[in-house]
């Protein structure tokens, strides 16, 4: 009487066990698309009043990685950085800061992912910065991908005469895009600031505003965010003492991260499911052996 209601519940355990991973097995066999993409360029940079006259000691720096499965490589220069690339195609040019991929559906794209940054005329109007991350998948399987950029300059400078505060204008042009199908997963952000230190290291005026810092995720999906030759102000630094050192640091960052073969929430459940419903069949089985021995 016993052995009948024992062997349909390990039918039933049994038939959801395989039935959880049937599920796994379909979402790992289909291929699943992940994109991100984040550019951003500051340009035109202006400090008023001028401190052309008054800086020293200016340093750049450009820097790129990028990795698949969490293996990769990082580089860096004083002002152009060589693009990192992993992926199947060949790269694209060097310094290219527009999207390489093709929108959704992504006709012909192979897996991918890069980076760069590139400072160009900064000690003149013509100043431009642009750093970029670009990451893509389709494919079955487990995998992940991560890119990221990152540039930044800084020089000392003496407040002038008739203390006052400075005021920074620029151009800035930027582009965010994630998409997904599937398990896949994306993310990107670009961060931009300008940051004043006095001489002993405090600092006394920061700046990082909405229009140069945003970062976006998919799912669930959203329209490509983009910002051509936006001009912005920021506020103005405190008042500065006049006479006195401080030193100005420009950076930026573009990061992207994407990956694609998570199992879906409901192959969890099911597979947790499964595991209860087995747990439970050996509970009632340990019992009912109790029972008969006693």
């Known amino acids: 009487m016993e052995e009948r209601p024992r062997r349909l ?23 699943d698309i992940a ?16 401190l052309t006259a008054l800086t020293s000691n200016l340093t750049t720096n450009t820097q790129d990685s990028v990795t698949t499965n969490g293996g990769g490589f990082s580089q860096s220069a004083p002002t152009d950085v060589l693009q990192a690339f992993q992926g199947l195609g060949a790269p694209p040019a060097p310094n290219t800061f527009t999207k390489t991929a093709n929108p959704p559906p992504f006709a012909g794209a192979v897996d991918f992912t890069r980076s760069d940054g590139l400072i160009q005329n900064l000690q003149a109007a013509t100043n431009v910065s642009s750093a970029v991350s670009e990451s893509f998948l389709n494919t079955t399987g487990f995998k992940t991908e991560t890119a990221d950029s990152g540039l930044s300059a800084s020089f000392s400078f003496v407040a002038p005469a008739n203390p006052t505060g400075l005021t920074f204008s620029y151009f800035v042009t930027n582009d965010l895009l994630v998409s997904t199908t599937g398990t896949g997963v994306a993310s ?15 600092v006394v005026f920061t700046s990082a505003t ?6 976006v995720t998919a799912p669930p999906q959203g329209a490509e965010i983009i910002r051509t030759a936006l001009p912005e102000t920021t506020a103005a630094t405190p008042v500065l003492t006049q006479g006195q050192l401080y030193t100005l640091i ?25 595991g209860a419903l087995t747990l439970a069949v050996g509970a009632v089985r340990r019992r009912r052996q109790r029972i008969v021995t006693e």
């Not at 420009?250 to 947790?272: A, D, I, K, W, Y």
């Open 35 to 50: 994109y991100a993409f984040a550019s951003q360029t500051i340009s035109g940079i202006t400090i008023a009043p001028a």
């Open 9 to 31: 519940t390990r039918r039933l355990a049994t038939a959801l066990a395989v039935f959880a991973l049937a599920g796994g097995w379909a979402a790992n066999a289909r291929a």
């Open 210 to 215: 909405p229009t140069t810092n945003l970062a």
């Open 250 to 274: 420009f950076s930026g960052t573009t990061q992207t991260s994407v990956n694609v073969g998570v199992p879906e929430p409901n192959v969890m459940m099911l597979v947790g499911a499964s």
């Open 188 to 202: 990107a952000n670009y961060h931009f600031s300008i940051t004043v230190k006095d001489a002993a290291g405090t």
